[in-house]
């Protein structure tokens, strides 16, 4: 049987996995019944549900010739604290963003940390709420087609 942590590891680990692949469908599915926000300067935006979270990606994300947004999300830093009674746990990671194009040097383009909520249900471990915090922006210009708000 696999250990609380490894389990949520690998579902933290997919999440990247499948972003980085294109795969906004996979990605957005593992929301299913979980909100996921995003916080920035004008505050706390939350998408509820795998339908909302994959349009917001699908809107924001660019995706090139062959599909992918052409990053590598790399998540570290991960802990995890679980309330075995309560069937829930709680974990905080940062992750960074580093993207490449023919016309791009590699590059970091976004840093930031994740605030996580799972529940423990029949099927594993699920996301219950994801916060994602830009907290360092680089050029973002070829992996978002939407600019953040700087103030």
Do not use: C
């Not at 935006?45 to 795998?50: A, D, I, N, R």
């Amino acid at each position: 049987m696999e250990s609380t942590y490894a389990a949520i590891a690998r579902l933290v680990y997919t999440y990247a996995e499948r972003l980085d692949s294109g795969d906004l469908a996979g990605m957005a599915g593992l929301f299913s019944k979980a909100t996921l926000r995003t916080s920035g300067p004008a505050g706390i935006v939350t998408f509820t549900g795998s339908d909302e979270v994959h349009n917001a990606f699908a809107n924001s994300v660019r995706r090139f010739e062959d599909g992918t947004p052409s990053t590598k999300h790399v998540t570290t830093n991960l802990i995890v604290d679980e309330d075995r009674e309560a069937g829930t746990a709680t974990g905080r990671a940062y992750f960074t963003v580093l993207q490449a194009r023919p016309e791009l040097a590699l590059q970091v383009v976004a840093a930031g940390s994740y605030r996580d909520m799972f529940v423990l249900d029949a099927d594993g471990w699920r996301f219950a709420d994801r916060l994602i915090r830009i907290e360092l922006a680089g050029d973002l210009s070829r992996h978002l087609s939407v600019a953040l708000p700087t103030s």
